[in-house]
């Protein structure tokens, strides 16, 4: 190895150096270890899909020695993290995360979003008028997958850029759309496909599967794992943190008749329709996921070049459990319990491949979760909903409709997707209607209505600038060209889609902008921070330990106590 090659960011090639000049130094406390010589080797960004920070201590008792006890014994906790923006989704929640910045600048504003001109909504990785098919997949794979609708960099693309197209980035995750986005426009990204139980990919990355993932998908342990039936892992009067098992606010696996405990999935495939989708609304999703990060690491050598590399894990069965359960529920309580044993067993993975400080690890999550609003509602905690039997969205647009209809004799509304609101434009031009004037009729009656938190007209958003609280993260959620005419939020534990599930999250409220940040390894320091900071401060942060520029669009800033906290 020569020399000239350790301005490479090795940090054994700093090790090297150390070594022949007759010094020895562990490269964890040297003070120049922020210097262009030293960077972590690869990262590893690892994003628990609707995790709330109190499931760290909720569960506390219960988690072993090797997973989040040795990654909170060891790492620096932030507990007062919190999103920027208020429509908290999956798609603008990864994207946050890697970009360094909101909606409003990265342009996803929800999972998808109503394009007037297509007369429909499109999915946040679907690019319309491109010809991308899905590599590897069954017929109802989606189509036309790419992150082209992510206006800026991530911080893996800026990596590469700085990197001479050296340094790479794999991501997977079970969701589409948390693969793609994290990966960014340059790297690799892999989705399960639930008609087949295969990991896929897009023609946007490459036109086959690599060889280690066909040999993966052969492997059949989505198949295996599909025999298995769901209990919980210790027993369950030990569960003392959740709710009882039986109760009226979970929903039942598709093909099951209640929510509890035992799970059979191999009865539930047995019925007409079931895919294999079943998996991830069970923990055995994301085991399935940690067996394809570890399988991608090795193969993919990542890691191991001159340059740093980033894995991305996304893990989904997190949440698509906690809409079918809550947040107080047995299985979310068990799925925690076996997260931590699958994060144990990853850490002993990784220390086979790695020192500690050659990696460097960051958990965070894409939003939080409120519980389920009729639990709330029986506990006489108010919510917006008088009952449980309609939703509060369909009664929402029959009322808005009604409502512009007896005041501009035509129904303008022409669509609710999410918080964004669509009038008819053409239809107002035809009656010669000035739509500023619709707007701020219609921001004044969704804002009588007592269910709603409040709305915000584009003619507002565009001349007002809020910084702070619920209008400030309804600003961040606010792409002039994708949003519409309004934006409108609900009152905190309301749901306008009851029906679809018990609960989730999508509002700007604390419990769905609230998620933890944990940095683990290279040589972060041990410790926790109460500092109000957001997990758009991720990719930049990480920059600086990548020595590698922020993303195009960053509006968030380095955690300084990592830097500088010892
Ligand atoms: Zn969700």
Not at 448 to 460: I, N
Request: glycine content about 10%; overall charge negative.
């Amino acid at each position: 190895m020569q020399l000239t090659s350790c301005i490479s960011f090795l940090p054994r090639c700093l090790a090297l150096v150390l070594l022949l000049v007759g010094g020895s130094a562990q490269s964890g406390t040297d003070p120049d270890r922020h210097s262009h010589e030293h960077t972590p080797r690869l990262v590893i960004g690892i994003t628990v899909d609707q995790m709330r920070p109190d499931y760290f201590y909720r569960f506390w008792n219960h988690y072993g020695e090797g997973g989040f006890k040795r990654l909170l014994d060891n790492g620096f906790l932030f507990r007062n993290a919190k999103f920027r923006h208020g429509h908290t989704a999956t798609g603008p929640g990864h994207a946050a995360v890697y970009t360094g910045t909101t909606p409003r600048v990265h342009g996803l504003i929800g999972n998808r979003w109503y394009v007037p001109e297509l007369g429909r909504e499109i999915n946040v990785v679907e690019v319309p008028d491109s010809t991308y098919t899905t590599v590897g997949g069954g017929p109802r794979a989606g189509q036309n997958r790419a992150p082209g609708n992510m206006m800026v960099t991530t911080i893996g693309d800026e990596l590469r850029l700085y990197s001479g197209e050296r340094s790479r980035t794999v991501s997977v995750s079970a969701k589409d759309r948390a693969a793609i986005l994290s990966g960014g426009h340059t790297g690799d990204a892999y989705w399960f496909d639930r008609a087949t139980g295969n990991f896929v990919t897009s023609t946007f990355y490459r036109d086959e599967l690599p060889e280690w993932l066909r040999s993966f998908n052969q492997r059949g342990l989505a198949r295996e794992f599909l025999q298995r039936t769901w209990e919980p892992a210790r027993p369950i009067e030990t569960y003392v943190e959740s709710r009882p098992d039986r109760n009226p606010y979970e929903r039942p696996l598709p093909g099951l008749y209640r929510a509890t405990f035992p799970m059979d999935l191999s009865e539930i495939m047995r019925q007409p329709n079931m895919d294999a989708g079943i998996l991830n609304v069970t923990p055995f999703g994301d085991e399935l996921l940690f067996e394809l990060a570890k399988t991608a690491l090795v193969e993919e050598a990542l890691g191991q070049g001159e340059t740093p590399d980033m894995l991305l894990i996304g893990l989904s069965a997190a949440d698509i459990i906690g809409h079918y359960f809550g947040p107080a529920s047995k299985q979310i309580q068990d799925y925690y319990i076996r997260l931590d044993e699958y994060l144990a067993d990853f850490l002993d993975f990784l220390d086979e491949h790695f020192e500690r400080d050659e990696i460097l690890i960051v958990i965070t999550a894409d939003h939080g979760a409120h519980y389920v609003p009729q639990y709330l509602h029986d506990l006489r905690i108010p919510t917006g909903h008088s009952n449980f039997h309609t939703r509060l969205n369909e009664t929402l647009r029959e009322q808005l409709r009604g409502h512009l209809e007896r005041r501009f004799g035509t129904d303008l509304l022409l669509s609710i997707s999410g918080p964004h609101i669509h009038l008819n434009h053409p239809r107002m031009a035809e009656l010669q209607l000035d739509p500023a004037v619709v707007r701020r009729e219609t921001v004044r009656f969704l804002q009588s209505l007592d269910f709603v938190g409040g709305a915000l007209s584009a003619d507002t958003l565009d001349q007002a600038e809020f910084t702070e609280g619920v209008r400030g993260r309804m600003m961040q959620t606010y792409f002039p060209a994708r949003s519409g005419d309004v934006l409108m939020w609900l009152t905190p534990h309301t749901r306008g889609d009851l029906g679809t599930g018990y609960t989730g999250h999508g509002t700007p409220w604390t419990t769905d902008v609230h998620v933890p940040i944990l940095f683990y390894g290279y040589d972060i320091p041990h410790g926790q921070s109460s500092a109000p900071v957001a997990p758009s401060d991720i990719a930049s942060t990480l920059a600086v330990f990548l020595n590698s520029p922020f993303p195009s669009g960053n509006t968030g800033s380095p955690l300084n106590d990592l830097l500088y906290g010892h």
